[in-house]
């Protein structure tokens, strides 16, 4: 299994506080059967040489927990724009959170040198960002090709409130979901992350369920497309019991 969304370096950026946290984030990771991370920290000026360091320790801690720790960003528009160079992984993908920014023609224009030049973007979180009409939106962004949207595990919970709980089902079951991270500061995060797999699992084939959480993270820290795959309809019974999920 593979979480492409984590701020796990300690001490750095507003990821793990410290190194108790982040070998206490690991040890969740590895007892759920997580063989790779992504470090995405918050892109941020003059960062290459400082989030080395710090990715250098932490990269050997998890290593201890049997994990292989990858390099990447959560690259902010502007950053992206400015100085692209970390993907997830080994891979073609930015990981981008549009935060504020609209998914509109103007940002789609803006992406696309980088999206010709061969990258491709894995949308960070965008059930938090846009939960008016998210699938409006992703039809919007799936403009860029092979571009995918990587939902919270939390999000599918709950735990970001209703509004977008209901958002990021709308966005799994319209089949535009690409991949399921944590986006982990703490170890709430991967404790939300792995309950998650395992409520969906309860719902939907276990082929689907490793779509989200492993097929389509190797595709992508392996530099192949992300995969487009239909989600399948819930019966009436399930439906009734998502409800109730927390």
């Not at 709950?158 to 690409?178: D, H, N, R, T, Y």
């Amino acid at each position: 299994m593979i979480d492409l969304h984590a701020h796990i370096l300690y001490g750095f950026d507003d990821g793990a506080k410290d190194r108790d946290t982040c070998c206490r984030m690991l040890e969740l990771y590895a007892a759920g059967k997580v063989d790779t991370v992504c470090a995405s920290s918050h892109s941020a000026a003059n960062i290459d040489n400082r989030y080395e360091e710090y990715f250098a320790r932490s990269a050997e801690l998890a290593a201890s927990f049997g994990i292989t720790l990858l390099p990447a960003l959560e690259y902010a528009l502007t950053d992206l724009l400015a100085h692209p160079d970390k993907h997830l992984g080994n891979g073609k993908y930015f990981l981008l959170d549009t935060a504020n920014f609209p998914v509109d023609n103007a940002l789609i224009n803006k992406l696309k040198p980088l999206n010709s030049a061969g990258n491709c973007f894995l949308w960070a979180h965008p059930e938090r960002l846009h939960i008016a009409d998210p699938v409006k939106t992703a039809r919007n962004y799936a403009l860029l090709r092979g571009s995918g949207c990587q939902l919270n595990g939390a999000s599918l919970l709950g735990l970001f409130g209703k509004e977008v709980k209901i958002a990021a089902w709308k966005l799994l079951e319209s089949g535009f979901c690409s991949v399921i991270s944590s986006d982990a500061h703490t170890t709430d995060e991967v404790n939300a992350w792995l309950k998650a797999k395992q409520q969906l699992t309860a719902f939907y084939p276990d082929d689907m369920v490793n779509f989200w959480f492993d097929t389509n993270p190797q595709r992508i820290i392996s530099g192949l497309t992300a995969e487009r795959r239909e989600t399948p309809t819930l019966s009436l019974k399930k439906r009734f019991l998502r409800l109730f999920q927390n």
